[in-house]
């Protein structure tokens, strides 16, 4: 309907939604401050024009304690229903949530983690109370792997990596499936005792991509081979990746870091240590 008189619109939204047999009808209001009366009113008209269900406000965690006199004000006016928690994902740790809970008496239903609809998750207050004391949030972290990892993949890794040794096109699916799980920070952030150490620390997710982009200017020989990669393979796949020679030997420096691990780890001994916890080699 374009601009206009926001109370109408939503009420013939509604009203449209009726007619076509829509499920869900979400009004999405313009963001606004406790302090402006006029776009206040604004609300609590929509309100009784459209008889909402449920009166969700979105609560920015990096604002802290100003959050807390923002819900009061929209508590106090339109009755709010729960909170949906956002920024998640940054430095705030969301300790505001225990105050605005505790000042509007509402549930905060969920939490955002991210610019996207998959980032938007049920809030659990046990995991929250673990990361505001910086003790991570390791069931949420296996949640997030069970979405997006790949699980038949994943047991196919570790069955190789015990017995054969990855080689560097295991080493770049596994940055794929990775990938899938959100930025790094976010990943390290929910493990034990990590949150603390990187809260200050600039994690580049780039670099994954430019470490796919070295693999794959490789060959299938010199990824499954990597000792067949010589100074002027090292040259060529440096030109084709737009990386330098130092990065090529980075990568292969870690690869060979990582390999010489799991030859380790293979041992019949280690293996058998394994096998009697369930695990499946």
Do not use: C, W
């Not at 928690?85 to 549930?107: E, H, I, M, N, Y």
């Not at 015990?162 to 560097?168: A, Q, W």
């Amino acid at each position: 309907m374009g601009a206009g008189n926001p109370v109408k619109i939503a009420a013939a939204a509604v009203s449209h939604a009726k007619d076509y047999g829509n499920d869900y009808v979400l009004i999405d209001t313009a963001g606004r401050l406790q302090i402006d009366e006029k776009l206040m009113d604004e609300l609590k008209r929509i309100k009784e024009a459209v008889h909402p269900t449920d009166v969700l406000l979105v609560v920015d965690a990096m604002t802290g304690q100003e959050a807390v006199n923002v819900a009061k004000s929209f508590n106090d006016l339109l009755d709010v229903t729960g909170v949906i928690l956002t920024k998640l994902d940054g430095d705030a740790r969301g300790g505001g949530a225990l105050s605005v809970r505790a000042v509007t008496g509402k549930p905060i239903k969920f939490a955002g983690t991210g610019e996207k609809l998959a980032d938007l998750e049920v809030f659990h207050p046990d995991r929250m109370a673990s990361r505001i004391l910086g003790m991570g949030d390791v069931l949420t972290l296996i949640e997030d792997a069970q979405k997006n990892v790949d699980e038949k993949a994943a047991r196919e890794t570790a069955r190789k990596m015990m017995h054969e040794g990855l080689d560097l096109n295991d080493v770049l699916e596994q940055m794929r499936q990775m990938k899938k799980m959100g930025p790094m920070k976010n990943v390290l952030a929910k493990m034990p005792g990590v949150a603390e150490q990187i809260k200050d620390v600039d994690i580049d997710d780039r670099q994954v991509d430019r470490t796919a982009a070295i693999i794959l200017s490789m060959t299938p020989a010199e990824r499954a081979k990597p000792e067949l990669i010589n100074p002027p393979r090292k040259r060529r796949i440096a030109a084709g990746s737009g990386m330098r020679v130092e990065d090529v030997n980075r990568l292969l420096k870690g690869y060979e870091q990582m390999r010489k691990l799991m030859k380790r780890f293979g041992k019949k001994g280690v293996r058998r240590r394994f096998s009697g916890m369930g695990m499946p080699f």
